[in-house]
């Protein structure tokens, strides 16, 4: 069974400091990986995907991630955030056979002046 | 390009009554997932639509139906409403079978049971 888990419920963080939100999944096959962000009252929005080749992917608004094979990780990143990173962020998966993405349970992140 | 579209986006009910909720995909997308996020259960999914076929379900009793039209456009319904069912319903929108997974979602539509 393919899983996803996001290892913190919330991150307080404060503005224009560095902030890593950690995800790590379960799979016996090769697996696309997300992170996706909501905004208050909003749908979900990808942030950034890793599909294969480069182990480092960049995604909008200065997030990146790094997908550890070995570790079974993806972990999100960002050098200085902003009050405006404010939301919930998603770790998500997808098996090349499944016709469902599987969500972590989310990380709130709350930046602060 | 227009997003995808979800009706109502909130809407409030009793027990016992029924609901059904509209999702327009992005132009061109055939495949149409349905999400419910409660702050105790985070997102789950209900269904996925592909060419007006049921491809994948999720583990919810059979009060939870969906559809998709010929255009693409999905609904989906809720039969005795329970309180529980206050929610987030989300719907999201991809380009075909055998894509590599990225969802485009909608706003969703809030959901609360009285």
Known sequence: AQSVTQLDSQ????????????????????????????????????????????????????????FNKSQTSFHLRKPSVHISDTAEYFCALHGPNNNDMRFGAGTRLTVKP | KAGVTQTPRYLIKTRGQQVTLSCSPISGHRSVSWYQQTPGQGLQFLFEYFSETQRNKGNFPGRFSGRQFSNSRSEMNVSTLELGDSALYLCASTRDRGNTGELFFGEGSRLTVL
Request: net charge negative.
């Open chain 1, 11 to 66: 991150v307080p963080v404060f503005e224009e400091a560095p902030v890593e939100l950690r995800c790590n999944y379960s799979s016996s096959v090769s697996v696309y990986l997300f992170w996706y962000v909501q905004y208050p009252n909003q749908g979900l929005q990808l942030l950034l995907k890793y599909l294969s080749g480069s182990t480092l992917v960049k995604g909008i608004n200065g997030f990146e991630a790094e």
